[in-house]
């Protein structure tokens, strides 16, 4: 998914994008800023500072600096959540725990390898089940028994769920059970790193209700969560930007910014088809 | 192999194309010996007019012939190097030497020789520990060897060859610290990269002329204007082999990576055979005790009982105390090949010892495949940014 966050003076938000990412980065990205920009009335060089992060931060041409989404992270919790120490992205395609001092990266760890411990894992169980991915949550607090999923493999504990189907057990156990396997994953990767509170789950894994919960049960703790998980990694991104534009205003009285075209990038542009 | 190329950009070539010299010398009547890890003593193949040639791998080439003779979850670097031979492109050795550095050189050394056609094949036995009466069995292992590699190779292995491969392959080690006394100033002199085409380069040429290649790259370092940028962050690699440049590329990206203590790098390099009435003996002692590869078991005092765990780092680890401070490095990458147990099992351990330094470090996992690379550059990038 790519996300994108405008915010002002103050860092508060006043533009955010979210949507899937699909083949054609470079696109994309001109695309995602030129809607971002529309929603305030903004043109592009009214920004100061623009920072990208993520997997595809080196196809954004008109970014002004790329910074890894795990300091964007860390940047983006802290300025909600100011005590924060700990934080566990859980992601679409990856889980990241960062250990976080000041509003700065201290260190991480990071699962990019293997579904079984990312969003990944809800949504190919989803799809095994039948269930829409939004729902899987509300299903899984339902639950009434517990259900151990055995298999550390994704592909593999989808054929399980299939055996537990036709064993009989409920949807909404099986579920659940399933939450908690991926929550025994995050747990793992999260103490390896030893935690501190306090801690926030963020990440299109937060929006989970039951992701929430199972974390909360399988790591022993209270957990915060922002009201939008899907874009700390941008706010940060955007905060960064700032304060990267500030600290050349003060030691030199300007920013020079890379230049701001936002023209179609013509290599994969349609009329080369 | 083209005369005009000399010094790094003789190295840079060779590096591209590891096997010319090694076929032209084929071709010219001598024989090359294959070998899979540092361990192996090279000055007694040296001695014997042989060629030694380490078998490498390669990072891009996708492994499709090691499946059917080792298992997947298995060391990466051992199934690209087998892979590699299945596909032919180690046809022009004569014979692997392979030993007991660790389990999977031990289990590989059998699929070797099921796999290939080499007329000579040799495995010696290289113990655990580092003690007394290791010692003692490893010499036993090496006149074995001696006895077989005299067999093959029609000649006897006299003393005084056997002293003179040691002065020429200790004048390589020599050279080699020459070289990496280069990264020293800031910014380095050459980078981590050049180093690992360097060394690369010297695994696959005859021991005179490698040091003939160090010689020239040397002095063209010396006086070179085009060195590396200088960047804030001097790192230390630490790990089992780093032989890629696509590797150090992603750390060099944003950093001088000043040392490398690998197979790619430093780490055969950095001691010296010692003089020994028995030559043999005193490349037992070196094989045994001065490589500081992850494999052995080290104790701080012998049957030692009784846990001390500091002084246990600083006897595993304490060769890396100096060379931080001398290399003014600020930042430690510990970098691990997915399936490689001995280095695993001593990462906590080393990690504890950098903390106790004061020194920033991470611990980096990946599978040496080109899909390795991009997860790699996200955590160097992040470790670099809480460094900087």
Redesign the interface.
Known sequence: MTKVALIDKSSNLISTVKGPTGPEHRQLANEVMRQALEKVSLQIDDISCIVATG?GRVNVPFADRQ?????CHARGVSSIFPNVRTAIDIGGQDAKCMKIDNG?????V?N??CAAGTGRFLEVTAATLGVKLEDMGDISLKATKRIQISNLCTIFAQQEVVALLSRGERLEDIVAGLHNALASRIAALAQRLGIEPDLVLTGGGAKNTGMVRAVKESLGRELLVPEEPLLTGALGAAILAGETYMKAVAASGAFSAKPRRLEKATFFGREHR | MSDKKRGLSKAREIYLNRSQRARELKAAGKRIMGYPCAYVPLEMITALDLVPYRTCGDMKEPVTEADRALPSSFCPIMRTCLDCALKGKNDFLDGMVTIHSCDPQEKTARVWESYTDYPYFHFIDMPVTVRPEALEYFEGQLNDFKKTLEAFSGKKLSTGTLEAAIESHNRQRTLVRELYELTKPSPPLVSGTEIVQVVKALMSLPVAEGNELLADIMSEVQSRTDGPERKAARLLTWGSTLDNTDIMQVFEAKANVVMDESCGGIRAYRAEVRRSPDPIEGLADYYLNEITCARSFRQAILGETRKRYARDLQSRFGYLKGIIKEWNINGAIMLLVRYCDPFAFEMPSLKDYFDGLGIPNTYIEYDYTAGALAPLRTRVEAFLETIS
């Open positions: 997997y910074i890894t989404e795990l300091s700065r990266l201290i260190s991480f990071m990019d390898k």
